[in-house]
């Protein structure tokens, strides 16, 4: 079993940045690869960016590519998503996400464990 929090939302203007944070406990934080999810109003959670459980390889939607950043600390069993340039469509709740697989995934019913989300309020 794994537990995962985040924190870090907030409200921000456009351009602006934030940086969520996704603390684990429980099993071996370091086995997992990491995902961060969201879900807008009225829409369907999405992919956002993942890591691999080494921290070598990490993957984004198109969507962000260019304006997050995905990371692991594997020694403070924290995933991060610093979150630039940021604009009125990245409002949503955000989730993180772990996943025991050998190979870094996208799909979001295919990770195991979820925290309970953090919400991001971009104004325009």
């Known amino acids: 079993q794994v537990q995962l929090v985040e924190s870090g939302g907030g409200l921000v203007q456009t351009g602006g940045s934030l940086r969520l944070s996704c603390a684990a406990s429980?099993?071996?934080?370091?086995?997992?690869?990491m995902g961060w999810f969201r879900q807008a109003p009225g829409k369907d959670r999405e992919f956002v960016a993942a890591i691999k459980w080494s921290g070598a390889s990490t993957y984004y939607a198109d969507s962000v590519k260019g304006r997050f950043t995905i990371s692991k600390d594997n020694a403070k069993n924290t995933v991060y998503l610093q979150m630039n340039s940021l604009k009125p469509e990245d409002t949503a709740v955000y989730y993180c996400a772990a996943d025991r697989a050998a190979v870094v995934r996208t799909l979001e019913a295919l990770y195991d464990y979820w925290g309970q989300g953090t919400q991001v309020t971009v104004s325009s």
């Open positions: 429980g099993r071996t934080f370091s086995n997992y690869n």
